[in-house]
């Protein structure tokens, strides 16, 4: 099992991204899932989350301007990110428990490998 996240990429301020993370393996169950990012210097920080029913949380910096999505179909998690600003340059990490077929009761945490959004002024 392993979280693939990809989209990133250079945009300049007010512009656009969407960044994705597919899940891929024998996947028995996805829990809650989110995205994080990491911006130079700082701590990681959670920047969304959304339930397996849709339910959806934003940390205020980003609030009214990202978008947080799921195909459960698909193992798949997305990102919009809208008016980007240069304080949203980070590397973005998606983040999720998941239970395998051969662990269907004990779901382990992954993380994607981190996608970098780099926004100009």
């Known amino acids: 099992v392993q979280l693939q996240a990809s989209g990133g990429g250079l945009v300049q301020a007010g512009g656009s991204l969407r960044a994705s993370c597919a899940a891929s393996?024998?996947?028995?169950?996805?829990?809650?899932m989110a995205w994080y990012r990491q911006r130079p210097g700082k701590r990681r920080e959670l920047v969304a989350s959304?339930?397996?029913?849709?339910?959806?949380n934003y940390a205020d910096s980003v609030k009214g301007r990202f978008t947080i999505s799921r195909d459960n179909a698909k193992n798949t998690m997305y990102l919009r990110m809208n008016s980007l600003k240069p304080e949203d340059t980070a590397v973005y990490y998606c983040?999720?428990?998941?239970?395998?077929?051969?662990?269907?009761?004990?779901?382990?945490?992954?993380w994607g490998q981190g996608t970098q959004v780099t926004v100009s002024s």
């Open positions: 983040n999720a428990p998941i239970a395998s077929k051969d662990r269907p009761l004990f779901p382990d945490e992954y």
């Open positions: 393996g024998s996947i028995f169950s996805i829990g809650d």
């Open positions: 959304i339930t397996i029913g849709g339910t959806t």
